[in-house]
């Protein structure tokens, strides 16, 4: 079983459409969850950083995490076609944003 | 925003030759810097960890002979890949940590060996 599952998608939704992205993880250590946005042939860029449980909101992205669950999710509202990219999921069990261990990513294509 | 950049952006070189990655933190210094392998549709892999002035810590699986890890600077971590072959055709990517909570990526860098 890998330590980090996400569905590889790909996920086609159309504008302004609430886009849902999750990841599952099976090491109850991981306390830092970020995700990433990832343009194709380009390195991740990161979009949202939570320490724990709990909700984080900045603008159109909010992240969500579920410990008891070891679940975490990420929406994206209003979305647009230059949302269009591979999200990953990252988490850590090391304070900060140290050794990451990262899911597949969901390809995601916001059709116009 | 902080920005990593890697040079080359992409390599092309023949079986058994050997090819040098640099990556740098621009505007910031770095203590550690990641090192990462993602094959097409698949996720980032960590391959090491790079920490200025001391030996790269290696993922379980990685040969350090053969992706040889310098951090000779605050700014500036170089991967060798040594003696590539086909297999070892993929995109690497380092990150630069500025804080403990922020990791930044670089672009990356496609590697073929032919």
């Known amino acids: 079983q890998k330590e980090v599952e996400q569905d590889p998608g790909p996920l086609s939704v159309p504008e302004g459409a609430i886009v849902s992205l999750n990841c599952t993880y099976s090491?109850?250590?991981?306390?830092?969850f970020m995700w990433y946005r990832q343009y194709s042939r380009k390195g991740p860029e990161l979009l949202m950083y939570t320490y724990s449980s709990g909700n984080k909101e900045d603008g159109r992205f909010t992240a969500q995490v579920d410990k008891s669950s070891k679940y975490i999710s990420l929406f994206i509202r209003d979305s647009q076609p230059s949302d269009s990219a591979t999200y990953l999921c990252a988490m850590s069990a090391v304070q900060g944003a140290q050794k990451l261990v990262f899911g597949q990513g969901t390809r995601l294509t916001i059709n116009p | 925003g902080a920005v990593v950049s890697q040079h080359p952006s992409r390599v092309i070189c023949k079986s058994g030759t050997s090819v040098k990655i640099e990556c740098r933190s621009l505007?910031?210094?770095?203590?550690?810097m990641f090192w990462y392998r993602q094959f097409p549709k698949k996720s980032l892999m960590l391959m090491a960890t790079?920490?200025?002035?001391?030996?790269?810590?290696?993922e379980q699986g990685v040969e350090k002979d053969k992706f040889l890890i310098n951090h000779a600077s605050l700014t500036l971590s170089t991967l060798t890949v040594t003696s590539a072959h086909p297999e070892d055709s993929s995109f690497y990517i380092c990150?630069?940590?500025?804080?403990?909570?922020?990791?930044?990526f670089g672009p990356g860098t496609r590697l073929t060996v032919l």
């Open positions: 790079s920490n200025e002035g001391s030996k790269a810590t290696y």
């Open positions: 090491n109850s250590a991981f306390q830092y």
């Open positions: 505007d910031f210094q770095a203590t550690t």
């Open positions: 990150s630069a940590v500025r804080t403990r909570n922020e990791q930044f």
